[in-house]
């Protein structure tokens, strides 16, 4: 192949319209790059926002000013004329227009004394609020409304928790019959009629029990319990029962624990033959 010398007029020509090809394939690459995509556009939440406001747990002591619900009630517990002298309210208010559904509430003391029982006292229920008075009794309790759940104990006030210097501070009463027949220590057996003879109403429990006068029971019902606590001490052990029965007045003691019973009224022939007995229990 031969290639001829190009004048100095045509070597320029040459180049420039290389050059020229150059810069507009540049253009042209450049031209053909994608461009860049724009941020995408996040949309703004303008739904109000729900304020949900936390239920409302308090207590009134007697006729006080409401206060918080805390974990600890002290109140004065000391029996008067057969009567707890102190009460305790209880209110409770759903917030966020929640009703009380009344089928959800559960409301009940513990103590080493009553077992779990029922709180006796005044329940009131309107649309989002439910309140109960009930007479001060130490114990824990619990409180469950519409599956919220509560807990907190009562105190007695200024008292000590020894045995022998406290005085008794609580009572209750309980009907016992064939359907109900034991409440903590207390296991009441009917009268009933077999074949091998008849099997006398009593009142069992874990501890033992000891027959009172009505003029010994209503002595240490007004005293010190370290009364009677020295007084089981010097009772003969012959005298000191499993059971009882045919007896109005009784004390009862299971270690630390110590009774005053009191039968008030009963349903049979006889208190030995009673199918069911209402008793009074002082502790």
Do not use: H
């Amino acid at each position: 192949m031969t290639i001829k010398a190009l004048n100095g007029g045509k070597l320029l020509c040459l180049m420039a319209t290389v050059a020229s090809v150059m810069t507009l394939g540049s253009c042209n690459k450049d031209d053909d790059d994608p461009e860049p995509e724009p941020a995408p556009v996040v949309p703004v939440d303008t739904t109000p926002k729900k304020v949900v406001y936390p239920d409302q747990f308090s207590f009134r002591l007697n006729k006080s000013t409401p206060d918080s619900l805390r974990d600890t009630i002290k109140a004065n517990t000391l029996l008067a004329d057969g009567i707890n002298s102190d009460s305790i309210s209880v209110d409770v208010i759903l917030r966020n227009k929640t009703n009380v559904d009344p089928a959800t509430v559960s409301f009940t003391v513990s103590n080493s004394f009553l077992g779990k029982v029922n709180v006796s006292g005044n329940a009131s229920i309107t649309d989002s609020i439910y309140s109960i008075t009930f007479p001060a009794i130490e114990g824990s309790y619990a409180l469950s409304i519409n599956g919220k759940n509560r807990k907190f104990i009562v105190e007695g006030t200024g008292k000590a928790l020894s045995a022998s210097s406290r005085n008794f501070s609580n009572g209750y009463v309980v009907d016992f019959n064939s359907d109900n027949t034991k409440l903590g220590d207390f296991t009441f057996t009917p009268y009933s009629e077999t074949e091998d003879g008849s099997v006398y109403a009593k009142i069992s429990g874990n501890g033992k029990f000891v027959a009172l006068t009505e003029e010994d029971y209503n002595g240490y019902l007004s005293g010190n319990k370290g009364l009677l606590e020295v007084a089981l001490k010097d009772v003969a052990a012959e005298d000191l029962k499993a059971s009882i029965n045919n007896v109005n007045y009784f004390a009862y003691q299971s270690g630390e624990k110590i009774y005053l019973g009191k039968v008030l009224n009963y349903v049979g022939a006889s208190l030995r033959e009673a199918s069911s007995v209402k008793v009074s229990l002082t502790y």
